[in-house]
């Protein structure tokens, strides 16, 4: 529901587009995170 009320707002399509730039760098920053926790571990 709130993708077709997004998706009628942003017909060009660019906050969607910043919307996933935004969330590929938490997921890529969390990974980062977790690896240097989980190496911390082991130093």
């Known amino acids: 529901m709130a993708g077709r009320i997004l998706g009628k707002m942003d017909t060009g399509g660019k906050?969607?587009?910043?919307l996933n730039k935004v969330s590929a760098f938490v997921?890529?920053?969390v990974?980062?995170?977790?690896a240097i926790r989980l190496?911390?571990?082991f130093f």
């Open 15 to 18: 906050f969607i587009g910043l």
């Open 39 to 41: 190496l911390g571990k």
């Open 31 to 34: 990974a980062v995170y977790m």
């Open 27 to 29: 997921v890529w920053g």
